[in-house]
């Protein structure tokens, strides 16, 4: 993104009363996340929410405890979980990766068994591979890319097509900057670019689907866009300019926030129907998203929402479209949530903070369990269908980082232990 993009954006942050840090911080920190561990996950979401420059303004109170269909109250707010021997076993079954250097997971086969990830395996590789989850061996090479891209973010389409973005390191590694949003299919073996005719702008946000579509944000020069593509047809548009964040699908409709401050008080959420699209035919919010305002941290999976509020200190959750997403953890005074959306999927909530610790939590019982602990100093998690990779480093600066695939269903299974609290 170009210098004068950041620095319009940070001028309109500076300009209202958030609690956004002075650009020179931001920039230092994302300078030192990418010494302590280019090329991995936490580094690349770190490079490209610096780039995003997300602005997010205060959302509304937490909604009143919802009853389920039998009458039984629901869990209201997270809770430290009992100890599991399922999950600690799964944690314990990591992703061999001995001699790889710099992985990064993209994304994860329907079944579990295959990993996309950006590697070095050699000196004769680094980019874009498929390997086994059992035995860490690379099944396929997709793409070769120079070393200075040293992160890559995306996702896999429902038919098996994996789509990504990759960031890229310059001026020594002090900024980084993104390319347009690739595609891989399985059936060709070809990349392919995703990208508006005419235009060579670089991906902000991951890619969400629906059906055969893919939608994200991208800029294109000084502008930033929400960019819908068929993946059958390789057809990219775009479908809003302007003062736009990342796009997120929620049921049949697909949702951006729009508005940035000082304009950011009148801000708000639009929602089109996803089956017309690239045509806007709009549609309400849904209730599980009307109380969030101009959230921007927000997601959204198998009718599931949540989002994290404006102040980075509140999490929000809904089981159902039409259920008010409500208030369900409040982290303590002095820690915030990392600055991207919630990890959600199929009996699976997590979340990171900006101290670098991972959770996940059972949507069932908002059972949560601490992936990071005093041998860890560093975790991400990441959501990929019905399993989550988790990453966790005891020394991120020597890229030492362990990848572990835990399945929602047990994750889904976690009950709180007695007295159990996270949070305030």
Known sequence: MPDDVLERLFGELAGTDLPVPAPAAVVARGRQRRRRARGQFVASTAAVVALLGIAVSELAASHPLAQSPAGRSRPSTVCAAAPDPALTSELQRTLPTTGQAGITPIALSADGSTAYVLTTPDRNFHGIAAESVATGAIIRMIEVLPASDDGAIGGLAPDGDLIWFNVHSTYGGENS??????????????VTTLEPAGQHGGALSAPVFFGGLAAWEQADGSTREIVVANLRTGVANVIARGPVLAPVFVGDALLWPVGLPPAGRDSHLVAVRADRLPALVPVAV??????????????????????????LTGLFYSRALAEPA??????????TFGAGPPTLGPGYLGWMTAGAASYVASTSSLAAATLTDGRTTSGAVLAAGSFVVATSSPDPKQGSWRLSVLSGATIERMTCAPGGRIGR
């Open 286 to 311: 849904p209730p599980a998203l009307r109380a969030a305002g101009h959230a921007s941290l927000i997601a959204s999976a198998d009718g599931q929402t949540a989002y994290i509020s404006a102040d």
């Open 177 to 190: 900057d993104t390319t347009a949003m690739q595609l891989w299919s399985p059936r060709t073996r070809t």
């Open 326 to 335: 409500r208030l369900v953890l409040r982290l303590p005074q002095g820690d």
